[in-house]
């Protein structure tokens, strides 16, 4: 069923490369900025794989935040057919994300170990791991906030903002081992930053010390995947198809 | 009583006992409180509710409530609708604009949850064929859609996309996107992708009358000729149509509904609404 919607996507235009081509972009124009402005190393890391790990990271959560709670709205069309559900429109737009975020990091991090500029990755599960457990709370999250639109109009409004201020809290600008201690605990309380960290920490190996808690965050994700899932049941009803 | 106050005086009569058996529901006290005008055809008493067996082959509606929230507070489009469609029946629904007939095909047809109530679906259903050319991703090609719909219902992909494309004829414009289509080339499209999946009821949404002349022949001869034993809900306002192949019809009114076995008689009191 799932699979159904994901081929759908794939072929919405014609050049599906562009959602794997997107991100790229982003991300490679993101390592190139920052690279300018602040130098090749910052703190002893290497600017060029902080941003890559920093960047796809943070895509993935905006993405999956962003086009999860937009996708009750853009594809009320298919609810017109029994099997599909309001659920499984979101969780195939979320796996959409993903997967295309994933190669395009993929991608970006090939060509740049291509022309030697990053090395080789220190423990690849454990980035796969914190992958699909930022995937797991990401999702969980955009079901809560998709879910409460559908209940509320001025949710809706609200959604640019929160994102934005989100962003310092997904760990993605900065890394936990610069902050002070007080401020560090602050900062793990947000299960976005044990993923960015552990993502991290996969990349780069033990060179660097990384803040991080799996269990934490999976606890978080399915949390807010139970709760999302709750919250998106009681808002089908709501659901007002025109 | 002039000849000339008769036809309001009917209309009002019809009207009221319309509302009293939607109120009283099933006594048939109500038919009795008014003294039958001279042609007036008497309700036929309301129907004894029939057991209803859950996973039969029928579909049963049973106190379907539906309602909205809206800027001007909380509206209670449907309020305790009943009734049952067994194999191959045929059912029109009549009603006012804004009676809630759209919204009860969406709901039996599972787009919208209803608030409270029970539709069980004992045949395999389409979804509804309305104006707003709902259940394709209007971003897809005619083709890509095609696909899409195969999948998820189950049919073999390169049949289904023969079939669609020799029904709908819609040529070369089969590989356009959806959203560039005219409303008539959508409904060839609609039309076209539930013939291919073969329902056993169809739910139907004002749509018959679309399209040019030949292709509404086509349409109609799709729907009541080949699969005959099909059911349906047919929500229209064409009273030929309704005449020609409904065998019961539902009037729809203030979110009561009454289901009447004798469709003329039906098509006459809508008329009256």
């Given at each position: 069923m799932i699979r159904d919607i994901m081929s759908r996507y794939g072929r919405?235009?014609?050049?599906?490369l562009w959602l794997i081509g997107e991100p790229v972009l982003l991300i490679g124009g993101i390592i190139v900025l920052w690279s300018i402005m602040k130098g090749a190393v910052t703190h002893g890391v290497s600017m060029i794989s902080f941003a890559l790990t920093s960047y796809s990271m943070l895509t993935l959560w905006r993405h999956i935040v962003g086009r999860g709670t937009n996708a009750l709205k853009l594809n009320t069309g298919l609810l017109f057919h029994q099997n599909v559900r309001v659920l499984d429109t979101i969780l195939a737009q979320i796996l959409t994300e993903f997967i295309s975020t994933f190669l395009s990091f993929l991608f970006c991090y090939l060509l740049l170990y291509l022309f030697g500029f990053v090395d080789f990755v220190d423990d690849p599960l454990l980035m796969v791991i914190a992958w699909a457990l930022m995937t797991l709370f990401a999702g969980g999250f955009a079901l809560c906030l998709g879910a409460l639109i559908e209940v509320s109009k001025p949710v809706e409004r609200m959604i640019q903002p929160l994102m934005y201020f989100t962003l310092p809290l997904t760990g993605s600008f900065y890394m936990l081992d610069w902050m002070p201690q007080r401020v560090r605990d602050f900062l793990l309380l947000f299960p976005m930053v044990h993923a960015q960290e552990m993502f991290r920490a996969g990349f780069m190996g033990p060179r660097f010390s990384f803040y991080y808690d799996g269990w934490y965050l999976f606890a978080w994700g399915i949390i807010a995947f139970s709760l999302g899932l709750t919250f998106i049941k009681r808002a089908e009803r709501n659901l007002h198809v025109a | 009583m002039t000849i000339l106050a008769k036809p309001t005086a009917i209309a009002k009569a019809a009207s009221r006992a319309l509302e009293q058996t939607a109120l009283t529901r099933g006594s048939s006290a109500a038919s009795h409180r008014f003294k039958p005008l001279d042609d007036e055809r008497t309700l036929p008493p309301a129907e004894p509710v029939p057991a209803r067996v859950a996973g039969g082959r029928a579909v049963i509606v049973d106190n379907l409530i539906k309602s909205y929230d809206g800027e001007a507070g909380r509206v209670r489009v449907l309020d305790g609708i009943s009734f049952d469609i067994g194999p191959g029946e045929k059912i029109a629904v009549l009603g006012k604009n804004g009676a809630g007939k759209s919204t009860l095909v969406k709901l039996i047809g599972g787009v919208e949850q209803p608030t409270s109530g029970l539709v069980h679906r004992g045949l395999s259903m389409s979804w509804p064929l309305s104006f707003g050319g709902g259940g394709m991703v209007n971003t897809m090609s005619g083709l890509d859609n095609t696909r899409f719909i195969a999948r998820i219902y189950n049919r073999p992909i390169e049949e289904t996309i023969d079939f669609v494309a020799d029904f709908a004829e819609l040529g070369k414009y089969?590989?356009?996107?959806?959203?560039?289509?005219?409303s008539g080339m959508r409904m060839r499209l609609a039309f076209a992708l539930s013939m291919a999946i073969d329902f056993e009821c169809y739910l139907i949404d004002e749509v018959l009358g679309v399209g040019d002349q030949r292709f509404q022949k086509k349409c109609r001869e799709a729907l009541f000729g080949k699969i005959d034993n099909s059911a349906m809900i047919l929500v229209s306002h064409h009273r030929q149509t309704i005449l020609e192949y409904c065998t019961k019809a539902l009037v729809l009114k203030r979110g009561r509904s009454r289901l009447f076995d004798d469709v003329e008689f039906a098509l006459d009191l809508y008329s009256t609404l």
């Open positions: 919405e235009n014609i050049g599906f | 089969l590989r356009y996107p959806v959203k560039t289509y005219s």
